[in-house]
């Protein structure tokens, strides 16, 4: 017996029965991932228990003996492996280090132009309902409506109208590769500093199945937890002349002590994603991107932009008669674990719009192949196509079983 199982069975059970959640799903939900054991031992650590205000060498409490080398393990990992002049590895998240570059560089009520909400941006990009879009002027660009692609002469001609302060690029929903170049020129023409949020795609920058933004963006934040494979949390690379700004604004402007368990499994991930099986795990996440989105579109689903180059799929399920909400629920019985999402122009409400989201980060980390993508999109296109037939669902979910039972996921291997 574990220390928890003895101490605190009612949560011990609810960790138990999450771990088999996971083993047994196929867990398609873009954000998300397997971390491996190493990364999880590292959260669960001692390094919990140490508070660190401050930065290493830089301290308000003494004792800072390790967790200063820990820091600066991190910091020096992510600097190799994206090649930027200066990181912070303290924002708790992704929503609080954007909130940290908006106070390192601009003042309540100043312009930002980013992806629209309903066509893949994050809230924490002006969204109306956030402090992004409630203490600034936050302005917004969309996709073009025939194509579903980004019209870079769109936010071009915006962001001269707006003049923003800060020009956002990133998303949470665009499932096509970003023009850094081109956003550099668009920022360059407006006089705004340029911001990549890189939270969903990371783990591809790292492993070299996306283009950098290094070169281009003033500062990147990105969250450590989706296709980097790391603990909860986040990091803000930046240009050096922004390195002191950017601390400030984490510490002490939005944050107090950094989680320095987190930051250790940072610097795990790190490593982990420093190597060549990294490489070849970040390829195969999109080749099985495209192999469920190949399968998906010769079953009639409408992909938005018609497919995908990187670890997303968003689609549009008008033509199938279906909500997203009821294609969810009904995937989600049969063990394929997804959400809805709106899709550009969506005439539906967001808590009930026309479309799901679909990444292949996870399954990707447990060893799905392109066969077992196939596969999963068979097992999609059935569920969506009949969704009130729950003996179908029980069917599938037992056969998804069955496939995951060959796929052991990182971080489960000791469950049978
Ligand atoms: C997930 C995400 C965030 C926020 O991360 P949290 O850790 O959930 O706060 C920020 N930006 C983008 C683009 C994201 O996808």
Request: with cysteine; proline share 5%.
């Amino acid at each position: 017996m574990t220390t928890l199982e003895l101490k605190d069975t009612e949560i011990f059970d609810l960790i138990k029965q999450e771990e088999y959640r996971q083993k047994n799903k196929i867990r398609l939900i873009a954000s998300e991932n397997y971390v491996s054991r190493a990364v999880m031992e590292a959260t669960g650590s001692v390094l919990t228990n140490k508070y660190s205000e401050g930065y290493p060498g830089k301290r308000y409490y003494e004792g800072q003996q390790f967790i200063d080398q820990v820091e600066n393990v991190a910091i020096q990992r992510a600097k190799d492996l994206f090649g930027a002049d200066h990181v912070n590895v303290q924002p708790y998240s992704g929503s609080p280090a954007n909130l940290a570059v908006y106070l390192a560089f601009i003042n309540p009520g100043d312009t930002i132009l980013g992806m629209a909400l309903p066509h893949g941006g994050h809230l924490t990009h002006g969204a109306k309902v956030s402090i992004s879009g409630k203490y600034f002027n936050a302005e917004s660009y969309s996709l073009d409506k025939e194509t579903g692609l980004l019209n870079y002469d769109t936010i071009l001609n915006k962001a001269l109208a707006c003049r923003p302060k800060i020009l956002i690029a990133g998303h949470s929903a665009y499932p096509r590769i970003l023009d850094f170049a081109r956003f550099r020129e668009i920022a360059d023409a407006c006089g705004a500093l340029l911001m990549v949020d890189m939270a969903h795609f990371a783990g591809l920058v790292a492993g070299g199945a996306h283009p950098s933004p290094v070169p281009y963006a003033d500062v990147i934040t990105t969250t450590t937890h989706k296709s980097l494979r790391g603990p909860r949390g986040a990091m803000i690379l930046c240009k050096q002349e922004y390195a002191q700004a950017i601390d400030k604004a984490v510490f002490p402007g939005l944050q107090g002590g950094p989680h320095n368990n987190t930051t250790a499994a940072i610097a795990v991930a790190l490593k982990e994603a420093s190597t060549d099986a990294f490489k070849l795990y970040a390829a195969q996440i999109v080749k099985n991107a495209k192999a469920l989105a190949a399968t998906l579109v010769s079953k009639g689903f409408n992909l938005v932009t018609g497919g995908t180059d990187n670890h997303l799929m968003l689609i549009d399920l008008t033509n199938k008669g279906v909500t997203g909400k009821i294609a969810a629920k009904a995937l989600d019985a049969a063990g394929i674990v997804l959400n809805y999402n709106a899709v550009p122009y969506d005439t539906r409400k967001p808590f009930d719009p026309s479309g799901i989201r679909l990444g292949s980060a996870a399954v990707t980390s447990r060893g799905f192949q392109e066969e077992q993508m196939v596969q999963t999109g068979e097992w999609i296109n059935a569920i969506i196509s009949d969704p009130g037939n729950t003996a179908l669902q029980a069917e599938v979910s037992a056969a998804v079983e069955k496939l995951c039972a060959s796929f052991p996921a990182p971080g489960l291997e000791h469950l049978v």
